[in-house]
């Protein structure tokens, strides 16, 4: 970006000014001062040469206005675009609404509160609200046409500024204290700003402007920082919104005035001044900034004061008040833009999108082709092409440098982990620079292929090379360089700060001002060359031997590379500095093919220098072109003309030359004379014209050689005419085929009929639809590949416009197994469709393929459907590397439910008790380490239903039921010899449900039911720890007053391995205290005790009660296959232990 002062427009009566605002809409420039001075001025925007537009448009007043009205200092302006209006206030508190009325400006409304000064007025982004600051903290909002919407005093603070959000539901308040508070659009107090900037900074500070964009214009990428606030001692800080607790920090290290953003929130202006050790007073100084805290220069201005800043609306302008002067300063944007191929590729934002638009402007046949572009850093040509450099993502740190061809058709590109903010390109290489690194590229492209083609190259030709070099290196050339991204990481203390190449050479300049020439294409380090001055761009000419550097200041300077000098020590050294030096040049460019030949941009006008020798700057025409004829031609023309072809024959026989023989031929043939014709090509050697002559006189009509002639002159549409006329259609057909004039083709087929017809009508079709692929036109290409039936580039163009409908009636319409079908699937499986993609890959028998895609999108489901229907053996292996997967990431129940869908119920409950298991050692609570392993249970029953299914299916015959599911259960045993849980897969369950059921019983006071389910934890060691099954037998042994069952718990306390000493020591002493009390013998013997010492077998346990089960009738649950006593199943709706339905 380039910056300088353009203009200064002096105040009379060296009334100093105050304020300056500037009309974004209209271009009217409001400026206030003391006295009351109130002006409005408007700088000329057109002239009568329509050569000079933009910046060099000679900048005189059209409009020079004195408002009166105001007696007091004036302090704030502000306009109201949308309305036209202009408010302005004064030091007496009182404001005035100025409108326009036939070309000058009047007083429309007057308010004086008389009680203070108003510090600051906002209008809203829509210009319908307008709130107005006092100091004594009054606040005013009110509407357009004057009436007061609502008012508010603020106590016990000092306002000085104010400022709306984009859409007019907050309000900021800044305090001369330097605090900003946040209000909503009513008035109510939200919250106080938190000042990043501030931190560590002492004594009294104010706020020097507050401005936040509205993005009416668009914003520089999604999400950009948008509010901007600055204080007097120069810290900044802008956010993205009011509450952003990460702002963008900035200190200028100056005394602030005054801020403003330009019309695209691009760039912040911070007006001020700055102390300077060589100078005395401190100088006026504009810094400039992106929204992200990068800095884009500096401008110096004249003066003592300055006071107030103010951007013109298309940000090519800035007027600044400095004392009793306006200065303007013409701005210089980086435009993102080059050329390529005749045509113009240039970006810009839109407010309706996010993204950049990208115009690809052929300037050759005036047509344009619109690509959307997200996080564009820059734009780079050369030749043919261009590279376009993006962020990859907003969260990933990675760029892509994208390859098109000049109607911006993507053709590689290529992911690179470094910045890319330096960019350059030759006929081979592309070189991307950070501060710290480059990346070479040794870019390779396919010639002569339209844009479909392109785009159906397949990814396995030769990639180009790829290399990366830290600028602290010195590179030999001789080793091939490796892309090891780690060397961009390591930090440089002179970080690269321009770069250039040419096909042989590449320049790297950094900050210190030290010039690092390269080689190329092997990049080796030949020569350092140090300058006096920091590049901001470096260019070399066509021969590479001279180097043009503008710096940062705007100072053109050159450099011979190759040129050797002696320095002021006698030594000899290569490189040296020109004694051209310009100042103000803000780009310039060598010609292609002179190595002496550039031209620069100096402010507004352009030079054209010669070796170094300034040319007069000329506008070439059309009309300094003469064609100019020798008088023989003339003498020619002349006979051929008035005499005839036999006279004029004689004297081009007499004068010979190839070109009056031309001249001759034509004139014969103009009036078929074959003969003489054929003569005069023979004499100028044209053997396509004797070989036309030839075929002229094989045809037998007048006419017809009368049409020849006429489209051998290029006299195409009376050729056609003639044709048309002899009612011969098919030449005229045939004469627009030649020509490759399609549409005229179609026109001309649409006129008749014929059974030939038909198939030139689809090759018509097929070519208009190409021209308009090759344009980047789908929609259009569409209605004729259709009417061409051209199915592979009808599919082509579905899917550049995204019409996946379109795209999938195409595939059902197709036969099976036809060649486009799986090019089509992976059309679907590129955007994530994969029903359609598994669809149309079955439609061409390749269910490998649709299994891939289901696995590549992660539809399990459908992959393993798909592999039990076509009976494939690597769905396993599948389902086990997307487990695995899902399981180093610690996604255990993923993979549990994706075995569970995929019917591999035994590897799904092997996780499930796995976790049951951690959950278990975890002591979490005992209900949901039970539902964990009711789960788990439920899965082995699955797996056995499973097996046993399995095995009906396989045994045939008239074989019993009976005998298939004993072949079942052996396969299963076969299969599980290894596993602890699939043979008794409730004991997990059961453990924790009857440790609940014994706690739950004990609480609601049925101690010896409690004590019953408590003596089957014995059982369960194994399961739960050992301390917990004894510490819950004792306490429930000891409250039915069984004590001798309790001393037996103790007993095994105290003998735990598990326990320290301390405490079996604490046990012990609890057993002593109960047992000197009681004996420790049962009271009643144990129901449970003798059924369990009695008997020959073990008895079924109730699950809902605990208690043996000792009548013949009883209810057993279908799933978990567990018992409950008969006349307690009336009392539950669902299995006490699997919670399956009572049905």
């Given amino acids: ?47 009568d040469d329509a050569k000079l537009r933009g910046l060099a448009v000679p900048s005189n007043l059209s409009m020079n206005q004195n408002l009166e009205g105001h007696s007091g200092s004036v302090q704030v302006v502000t306009w109201n675009e949308q309305y036209q209006k202009l408010t302005t206030s004064d030091q007496n508190g009182l404001i005035i609404v100025w409108m326009l009325y036939k070309g000058s400006w009047y007083e429309e409304m007057i308010n004086n509160r008389n009680k203070s000064v108003v510090r600051s007025m906002s209008w809203n982004a829509d210009g319908q609200k307008i709130c107005i600051v006092y100091e004594d903290g009054a606040v005013i909002v009110g509407s357009v046409d004057g009436n007061r919407i609502w008012g508010k005093d603020l106590k016990g603070v000092q306002l000085c500024h104010v400022a709306w959000s984009a859409d007019s539901k907050i309000l900021l308040f800044g305090m001369t204290s330097g605090e900003i508070h946040i209000y909503d659009n009513q008035g109510n107090f939200i919250m106080k700003m938190k000042l990043n ?53 900035i200190d200028t290290g100056m005394f602030v005035v005054s801020i403003q953003w330009n019309h695209t929130g691009s760039v912040l202006a911070v007006a001020g001044s700055q102390k300077v050790v060589t100078q005395d007073k401190d100088v006026n100084t504009v810094q400039f900034y992106t929204p992200f805290g990068e800095h884009l220069g500096t401008l ?28 303007f300063a013409n701005i210089r944007p980086d435009y993102k833009w080059g050329y390529c191929s005749n045509t113009v590729v240039y970006a810009y934002t839109r407010p309706d999108r996010p993204e950049y638009c990208v115009i690809f402007w052929d300037t050759k046949n005036n047509e344009k082709y619109v690509k959307y572009v997200k996080s564009l850093i820059s734009i780079t040509t050369c030749g043919d092409f261009c590279i376009l450099a993006t962020k990859a993502d907003e969260n990933h740190p990675q760029f892509v440098l994208v390859l098109c061809n000049s109607i911006g058709t993507p053709l590689d590109p290529k992911y690179i982990d470094i910045v890319p903010l330096f960019v350059a390109m030759t006929k081979t290489h592309v070189i991307a620079a950070s501060k710290e690194a480059f990346y070479t590229w040794q870019y390779r492209v396919a010639k002569k292929l339209t844009a479909l083609e392109i785009n159906q190259i397949t990814r396995s030709r030769k990639e180009g090379r790829e290399r990366i070099y830290h600028v602290d290196d010195t590179p030999s050339g001789s ?231 006429a489209a051998y002159f290029g006299r195409f549409e009376e050729a056609e005419r003639m044709y048309l006329d002899m009612d011969r259609r098919d030449l005229a057909i045939g004469l627009r085929l030649k020509l490759g004039d399609w549409f005229r083709v179609l026109q001309l087929l649409k006129t008749g009929s014929g059974d030939a017809d038909d198939s030139l009508l689809e090759q018509a079709h097929n070519a208009i639809g190409d021209y308009f692929a090759d344009r980047q036109k789908w929609l259009n290409a569409v209605q004729y590949y259709v009417q061409g039936r051209n199915q592979e580039r009808l599919a082509e163009c579905y899917y550049m416009l995204e019409d996946y409908e379109g795209l999938e009636n195409l595939a059902s319409s197709l036969p099976e197994n036809h060649k486009l079908l799986p090019e089509i699937a992976q059309m679907f499986v590129r955007v994530g469709m994969c029903e359609q993609a598994v669809t149309a890959f079955l439609k061409c028998n390749q269910p490998k393929a649709a299994v891939d895609t289901c696995v590549h999108l992660n539809q399990w489901n459908k992959a393993v459907e798909l592999a039990k229907n076509h009976s494939m053996k690597e769905i396993g292996s599948l389902l086990a590397r997307y487990a695995s997967h899902l399981l180093e990431k610690n996604k255990t129940l993923d993979a549990i439910e994706l075995y569970r869908k995929a019917n591999y119920f035994y590897d799904a409950a092997k996780l499930m008790f796995k976790i049951a298991d951690e959950e278990a050692k975890k002591r979490t609570k005992p209900l949901r380490v039970k539902k964990l392993y009711v789960l788990s249970a439920l899965l082995i029953e699955q797996y056995h239903e499973q097996v046993r299914n399995a095995q009906r299916g396989k045994v045939k015959g008239k074989s019993s039921e009976a005998t298939s599911a004993l072949a079942g259960l052996l396969e299963e045993e076969v299969l599980s010899t290894t596993s602890r849980f699939t043979d008794n897969a409730w004991r997990g369950a059961e453990a924790y449900h009857f440790f609940t059921l014994a706690q739950r019983q004990l609480y609601e006071g049925y101690v010896d039911t409690a004590l019953k389910t408590a003596l089957h934890l014995r059982d369960y060691e194994d399961i739960i720890p050992a301390v917990e099954i004894y510490s819950l037998l004792a306490l429930c042994a000891c409250a039915g007053r069984a004590f001798g069952t309790c001393s037996k718990a103790f007993i095994k306390l105290e003998s735990l391995e598990t326990l320290s000493s301390e405490q079996k020591q604490q046990y012990e002493d609890l057993a002593l205290e109960i047992f000197t009390k009681h004996t420790p013998k049962d009271n009643r013997k144990s129901e449970l005790d003798s059924l369990l010492e009695g008997g020959e077998g073990k008895l079924p346990t109730c699950v809902a009660t605990g208690s043996p089960i000792t009548e013949y009738q009883f209810w057993v649950c279908n799933v978990c296959k567990h018992c409950v006593l008969a006349q307690e199943i009336s009392n539950y709706n669902f299995c006490p232990l699997c919670h399956s339905s009572v049905g």
């Fill in 479 to 709: 080793v091939d360089g490796v892309l090891d991204y780690s060397k961009a990481i390591q930090g440089t203390r002179d970080p690269i700060c321009a770069i250039t190449a040419s096909d042989k050479t590449l320049i790297v300049g950094r900050e210190s001002g030290t010039i690092q020439r390269y080689s190329l294409p092997n990049v080796g380090l030949i020569q350092k060359y140090s300058l006096n001055c920091r590049a901001y761009q470096l260019s070399l000419n066509c021969n590479s031997s001279r180097l043009a550097i503008i710096d940062i200041s705007g100072v053109l300077t050159f450099f011979d590379l190759d040129a050797r000098v002696t320095d002021s020590t006698g030594q000899q050294v290569i490189g040296e500095l020109l004694k051209l030096e310009r100042k103000d040049v803000w780009d310039m460019k060598w010609a292609k093919d002179n190595p002496d030949l550039f031209a620069m941009m100096e402010k507004t006008r352009m030079y054209v220098f010669r070796n170094l020798d300034p040319e007069n700057p000329e506008h070439p025409n059309k009309d300094y072109i003469i064609n100019f004829e020798i008088r023989s031609l003339r003498d020619s023309r002349a006979l051929i003309e008035k005499v005839g072809i036999e006279d004029a024959s004689q004297f081009i026989e007499d004068n010979p030359h190839p070109r009056l023989w031309r001249l001759l031929a034509e004139a014969a043939l103009q009036k078929l004379d074959l003969q003489t014709a054929e003569q005069a090509f023979v004499r100028c050697k044209d053997y396509q014209g004797i070989k036309f002559v030839k075929r002229l006189g094989n045809l037998q009509s007048e006419s017809m050689k009368q049409a020849e002639v």
């Fill in 197 to 249: 900037c501030l931190v560590n900074v002492t004594g009294a500070i104010s706020i020097a402007g507050i401005h936040w964009y509205h993005g009416q214009e668009g914003y520089v990428e999604p999400d950009c920082p948008c509010l901007a606030i600055c204080f007097d001692n120069g810290r900044c800080q802008i956010m993205r919104h009011e509450n952003d607790q990460n702002p963008v920090l």
């Fill in 300 to 327: 110096k201005v004249p003066g003592k004061q300055m006071s107030a800043l103010s951007w013109e609306g298309g940000g090519l302008k800035i007027a600044l008040a400095v004392d009793s002067f306006i200065y």
């Fill in 1 to 47: 970006m380039f910056f300088y002062l353009s203009k200064k427009v002096a105040i009379p009566d060296n009334v100093k000014l105050k304020c300056v605002s500037w009309n974004k809409d209209q271009g009217f420039i409001a400026c206030g001062g003391e006295d009351g001075l109130l002006k409005v001025l408007k700088l000329e925007t057109q002239t």
